[in-house]
């Protein structure tokens, strides 16, 4: 028998803080989420643009930002129901992320220009566009033919809201009309497509950019690739509808990096000018 007696070392149990860890949704590593903010949420093993609110696309762009339109809110005219009343749900969404609905407009400083934008945030019921989303691009427009400053749109979305019917539908008609309208004063506009980008959003102000930027890999089309598969009853070409195969075929102009767009829209400004 052994002279001395073998001591159960206790289990030491190490606590992760909650949040302290990130998957990538493309490589599928576990990545310090420190290490992601560090590269503005880009994945550093394979280049993956995580999504983030219009707030934090704000502090990434613009030296300085003063929002406008913020009172507007959406109503609920149809009385929308289906698991949960459309007018609640928004109240949830509110709530959430301290927005009043999906898009930031306002008036701000790139790189020492000043320009007017306006920011949609996924977050916010999938960036989807109504009525107030449509008013603020209308608005800011016209602001932005008044003191005849550039126009930068971010875009995020999943298209028209459907809970806001033909209402939310006739935002594609107006947001065109008033682009159309900045147009015709030779004043530059610089779309921005993140991931995703689709369905009425796409059919309008997103694609009728001067200058059309997007994202690395982000998803940009009308219908999803599915429906599509579905509707012509044939196999779709690989990377359908990503950033880079719409520069391929020319539906876009450019893709850059997250860490590169603030000094390529401030290059686009000061060459357009």
Not at 7 to 21: A, L, N, S
Not at 63 to 72: A, K, M, R
Request: proline share 4%.
């Amino acid at each position: 028998m052994a002279w001395f007696k073998k001591e159960k070392i206790p289990e030491r149990k190490v606590k992760i803080p909650e949040g302290t860890w990130i998957k990538c949704n493309a490589c599928r590593e576990i990545i310090y989420r420190q290490e992601v903010e560090r590269c503005l949420m880009v994945c550093p093993k394979c280049n993956y643009h995580f999504r983030i609110s219009a707030r934090e696309r704000i502090a990434l762009l613009y030296d300085s930002f003063e929002e406008t339109n913020s009172q507007l809110a959406p109503r609920d005219p149809l009385e929308f129901k289906d698991t949960i009343a459309y007018s609640t749900r928004v109240k949830q969404q509110q709530s959430k992320t301290g927005l009043t609905d999906a898009m930031i407009s306002g008036s701000g400083v790139i790189a020492g220009v000043p320009v007017m934008g306006a920011i949609l945030d996924f977050g916010f019921m999938g960036g989807s566009m109504g009525s107030v989303v449509g008013e603020k691009i209308v608005r800011t427009a016209e602001t932005a033919m008044e003191k005849e400053l550039p126009l930068i749109i971010v875009s995020s979305s999943g298209g028209a809201r459907m809970q806001e019917g033909i209402i939310s539908l006739m935002q594609m008609a107006r947001t065109s009309a008033a682009l159309a309208r900045f147009g015709k004063k030779r004043l530059p506009y610089i779309s921005v497509l993140t991931d995703p980008t689709f369905g009425g959003v796409t059919a309008s102000f997103a694609m009728l950019g001067d200058i059309i930027i997007a994202e690395p890999r982000s998803l940009i089309g009308f219908a999803g690739p599915r429906v599509i598969e579905q509707t012509i009853n044939q196999r779709l070409p690989e990377k359908f509808q990503q950033a880079e195969f719409l520069l391929e075929h020319g539906m876009i102009d450019m893709v850059v990096e997250r860490k590169e767009l603030k000094t390529t829209i401030a290059d686009l400004l000061y060459l357009l000018k």
